[in-house]
């Protein structure tokens, strides 16, 4: 187990199984030194915990753990592909979807679940840029969906 890894079993986490895509597409993909993971919604053991629009069905505080959840997904994501998660140099980006109410506007705020666990997770390089973006619906009804991309060490 590497550093990563340690760091989000000190925070009570385990790297889930990557989630099987939907559709056609990959959960990752590695090109050159970036690793870019499709959307990940909050799937624990292949159920959404929780459907429906955030500021509706979904509080705002809900919709941030299941963020932190997506991002869990992410990083299992990533190392699919990578590997080993100690390959991060970096988080450069994170997009963040949240199914929101019509009057909903707390995107940020929801999305900061993500931020935050790839902070805890992986310290400095776990600071980016990113896009927090409200929309009407999302796959399979999912409050929230969140893809990462991430730079690697070069071998």
């Known amino acids: 187990m590497g550093a990563v890894e340690e760091k989000l079993a000190e925070l009570g986490l385990t790297l889930p199984e990557v989630v ?10 590695e090109s050159g030194v970036y690793v870019y993971t499709s959307g990940q919604l909050p799937m624990v053991a292949g159920k959404l915990p929780v459907t429906g629009k955030v500021g509706g069905e979904v509080t705002a505080e809900e919709a941030k753990d299941l963020a932190r959840i997506c991002a869990l997904n992410a990083l299992a994501a ?18 963040g979807f949240v199914a929101s109410a019509a009057d909903f506007t707390g995107q ?11 902070g805890a997770a992986l310290g400095d390089k776990g600071v ?7 929309v009407t619906v999302l796959p399979l009804d999912a409050p929230v969906e969140v893809e990462i991309q991430v730079e690697l060490f070069q071998d």
């Open 78 to 95: 990533v190392k699919s592909v990578a590997g080993d998660l100690d390959r991060i140099k970096r988080v450069v980006k994170v997009v």
């Open 108 to 118: 940020p705020g929801v999305i900061n679940g993500a931020s935050e666990l790839l």
């Open 20 to 29: 099987p895509p939907i559709a056609a597409y990959q959960p990752a993909v």
């Open 128 to 134: 980016h840029a990113r896009s927090a973006v409200g």
